[in-house]
C-alpha cells in the first residue's frame, strides 16, 4: 500500500532580467510521478542538478512546487492550510546533507533536538528532557554530552543529532537528502546501519536522495533515475541494477568503482544527443519502467 503519491511534480526557476537578456525559466522539476510503500526504502539517484533535492523539498513544501500533488495517506498535502501543513510536519521530515550547516552553532544538542517537541507543544518540561535523552540513546549518543554545541561533535555524531531531531515527534515518513555523502567513509556504514535499524524499530518509510549507487543498491528495495529534471527509468533495485534500460542509467553504473584494479570494465560516455527528452516511460519488465 502505498503511503506517499507523487504525481506530475513541476517546479519552474525563474531566471532574473539582466541588461543584455530576458528573464528564463528553469525547470528543475519537470512532471515527476512515482509512489512510496509503507516501510519501503525508496532511492531517488541522479548526478548534481539533475533536480533530486529539490524533488525532495517540494513534497515537503520547504519549496512551494509550481504544479503537481504530492499525496500522503491519500491527502493532498499541497492543498494543506498552513496550520494542517503544520500538523503534517509531525508525519513528514526530511535529515538534511550536511550535518554541519544543519544545526545551529549557538544551540545546545539539547535544545536542538527538543526544538521540534516546543513548537508543536508536546509534553510539559520534564516530559521533554526525557524524550531528548532517550532520543540520544536511540542514535548511539550519551546524554550525558547533551549541552555539548555543535562543533563539539564529529560530523557524524553531528548527523546523528539531526536524525534525532527528525525522530523527535515520531514520523512515519523520513527523506534523507544524501545524509551520508558530507561523511567519511569510515563512518558512512555507522549512520547507514543506524538509520537501517531505526526503520526496522519504529517502522519507518524512507526516500533516500543519493549519487552513492553502491549504497542505494545496497539498502533501497526500488530506485529512481533522474536526469534533467526527469524520471528516465524507476524499478526493483535488482532488475535495475542488473539490466539498466536507459542510456543515462547505464552510463551512472559504469562509473561505479570496482574494488578489483586488474577487473575488465568499459565506462560509458553519455552522450546527451542520444536521448530523446520526450519519450515517456515504458514496462520493460515487471514494475521496471524507462524513457527509452
Known amino acids: 500500500m502505498s503511503l506517499v503519491e507523487v504525481e506530475h511534480l513541476v517546479k519552474h526557476f525563474g531566471r532574473d ?3 543584455f537578456r530576458g528573464g528564463t525559466r528553469v525547470a528543475a522539476v519537470d512532471d515527476v510521478s512515482f509512489s512510496i510503500d509503507q516501510g519501503e526504502t525508496f532511492g531517488l539517484v541522479g548526478e548534481s542538478g539533475s533536480g533530486k533535492t529539490t524533488t525532495g523539498r517540494c513534497m515537503l513544501r520547504l519549496i512551494e512546487p509550481t504544479s503537481g500533488a504530492v499525496r500522503f495517506r491519500g491527502e493532498n498535502v499541497l492543498e494543506f492550510s498552513r496550520s494542517r501543513l503544520r500538523r503534517a510536519r509531525r508525519d513528514m521530515q526530511i535529515v538534511f546533507q550536511d550535518p554541519y550547516s544543519s544545526l545551529n552553532p549557538r544551540m545546545r544538542a539539547r535544545k536542538i533536538v527538543e526544538e521540534p517537541l516546543v513548537i508543536h507543544e508536546l509534553g510539559s518540561r520534564a516530559e521533554r ?3 531528548v535523552a532517550e532520543l540520544f540513546r536511540l542514535v548511539g549518543l550519551s546524554p550525558a554530552h547533551l549541552d ?8 557524524g555524531q553531528r548527523q546523528r543529532i539531526g536524525l534525532a531531531r527528525a525522530l523527535a515527534l515520531n514520523p512515519s515518513f523520513v527523506i534523507l537528502d544524501e545524509p551520508v555523502s558530507a561523511l567519511d567513509v569510515s563512518i558512512q556504514a555507522q549512520v547507514v546501519n543506524l538509520l ?3 526503520q526496522r524499530q519504529l ?7 543519493a549519487h552513492d549507487l553502491r549504497l542505494v543498491e545496497h539498502i533501497c528495495t526500488r530506485v529512481a533515475v533522474m536526469y534533467l529534471g526527469r524520471i528516465v527509468e524507476i524499478g526493483p533495485a535488482a532488475s535495475l541494477f542488473a539490466a539498466p534500460q536507459h542510456p543515462y542509467t547505464r552510463a551512472l553504473l559504469s562509473a561505479i568503482p570496482v574494488p578489483d584494479p586488474d577487473a575488465s570494465r568499459q565506462r560509458i560516455v553519455l552522450d546527451p544527443a542520444s536521448i530523446n527528452r520526450n519519450a515517456v516511460l515504458k514496462e520493460i519488465a515487471a514494475g521496471h519502467f524507462a524513457a527509452v
Not at 203 to 209: A, M, P, S
Request: charged content about 25%; overall charge neutral.
Open 17 to 19: 532580467t539582466g541588461l
Open 129 to 131: 528532557r526525557d524524550r
Open 148 to 155: 555539548r554545541f555543535p562543533h563539539e561533535f564529529s560530523g
Open 196 to 198: 537501517m535499524d531505526l
Open 203 to 209: 517502522t519507518l518509510t524512507y526516500l533516500f536522495i
